[in-house]
Nanobody, 119 residues
Framework: QVQLVESGGGLVQAGGSLRLSCAASGRAFSRYTMGWFRQAPGKEREFVAANTWSGGSTYFADSVKGRYTISRDNAKNTVYLQMNNLEPEDTAVYYC????????????WGQGTQVTVSS
């Protein structure tokens, strides 16, 4: 099992950048697939990005592809979401998620961190 704590959210102007961090507690962090979801008020929660235990395979939603980067530091048990060229549509609560291995549902969720992009 793993517990996830997000940080790095805040207010940023459109076109700016922000980096979210997700600190994980628990063993075998490197074996977990890590990812990010987001949910805006009144909207359904949507997938943002994910990477495998090695970090070599990454996946992005079309809406963020080319602007976001996901990375991880297994030695620090931390996954990052680098968000560049932010748009007001990126405003949402961002959740760090994890699952053991590559398949199956996302078993672990953080509490979320608010990202607000102003125009």
């Amino acid at each position: 099992q793993v517990q996830l704590v997000e940080s790095g959210g805040g207010l940023v102007q459109a076109g700016g950048s922000l980096r979210l961090s997700c600190a994980a507690s628990g063993r075998a962090f490197s074996r977990y697939t890590m990812g990010w979801f987001r949910q805006a008020p009144g909207k359904e929660r949507e997938f943002v990005a994910a990477n495998t235990w090695s970090g070599g395979s990454t996946y992005f939603a079309d809406s963020v592809k080319g602007r976001y980067t996901i990375s991880r530091d297994n030695a620090k048990n931390t996954v990052y979401l680098q968000m560049n060229n932010l748009e007001p549509e990126d405003t949402a609560v961002y959740y760090c998620v994890a699952k053991l291995g590559q398949y199956g549902s996302w078993n672990y969720w953080g509490q979320g961190t608010q990202v607000t992009v102003s125009s």
